[in-house]
């Protein structure tokens, strides 16, 4: 294969890997590196440590990093909303740092352009190279389920901006001459020209992320970017309507939740029975302490990556419906799918006292991993997308 020169462009900085979007971009850049030759561009809003870029200076041969400041946050947010673009996509454009960008690229003078998500779609603009972008998730699905949560003001913000992104996603279908999603489901719930879509799917490191012996200190973990909507919700649904439920059943019951970003009210609500641990450097350290993860995930879209890494470890989860559309495990085999605080706390109770059954969705789900979510093979289509 002759190497290529790929352009990539982020919204983000992809490291430290402590959201779902920098943790894709990361093992696509390291990917994609031992095929063709990496030049990274990336916006920030946040001082970036000289030890995040070394991380990725082995894979990349350079790295271009773009500060956006308050003021051009607030002002193209207002823009974005007078020309119907998705907010977020207004967020995070700069028309400054796009000309800065575009002369730092053509003078690169790249085969293919790489964007992820819609956020970075305008920087690509009029650059006369391929141009192929990651939509990830669908994200006017997810944010049409997050409306039908929602009352008041943010229902009617989330509904606009679900119309919005629909709007901006036919148009990336348009301008890129690839496009790339996360899971067929999500594909699916792209309407326009749903066969220009290419699955690319999350993968998981399942040498980094395996089983490993280690005392029990919790029944039950979450762990998750808790900044995110999604889990945020997920947390609260937790909280609020499946620990009641299951402290009548086990009072003795203790319950971990982690991740990056926890607000500071969540470690205000530590009790006797749940403990809010915030951001953790290991998560494996998180995964193994744990008899049983859960996901109550009612909102959102894509893979998830909490799923992806538990089951490698060989953790027993219990998800939603919606949690597995886009992974695609076999219930009752390789994971137990509940909808309602009911079966949650069902399913909670009956793996606890399990041994047999755990075992059993251990040895199940740390294969369903192997065979189908390693880096090395997912991103197999990406390579061929670029």
Known sequence: MVRKKIAILLSRFPFPLDKGDKLRAYHQIEFIAQHHDVYLYTLTEENIAAEWVNELKPFCREVKIY???????????????????????GYF???????????????VNP??????????????????????IDFQDAFSM???????????????????ESKRMQSFEKLMLQRFEACTIISAFDKANISIQPNKLEVVANGVDNNYFKPKQSDKKYDILFLGNLSYLPNKNAVQYLVEKIMPLLTQRKANIKVNIAGGSTLSENSRMNTPQINY??????????????VL?????????????????????????IATSIANASLHAKPNEEIMIADDAEAFVDYIIYLLENEEKRRQLQVNATKFIQDNYTWESVNQRLLACL
Not at 67 to 89: D, E, H, T
Not at 277 to 290: F, H, I
């Open 93 to 107: 454009f700069s028309p400054t740092i796009q000309r800065t960008m575009q002369q730092d690229i053509l003078e």
């Open 67 to 89: 500060r956006l400041n308050k003021l051009q946050i607030f002002i193209q947010s207002f823009v974005a909303i007078c020309k119907g673009y998705p907010l977020q996509v």
């Open 277 to 290: 641990s915030g951001w953790v450097k290991d998560s494996r350290v998180a995964y193994a302490e744990t």
């Open 293 to 317: 993860f859960v996901a109550p995930l009612f909102t959102g879209a894509g893979l998830q990556n909490k799923l992806l890494e538990a089951m490698s470890m060989g953790i027993p989860c």
């Open 111 to 132: 085969d293919t352009i790489y964007c992820q998500l819609s956020r970075m779609a305008l920087y690509a603009n009029g650059l006369p190279y391929r141009k192929v």
């Open 142 to 160: 997810n944010y049409a389920r997050i409306q039908k949560q929602e009352s008041g003001i943010k229902k009617v913000f989330y509904a606009w």
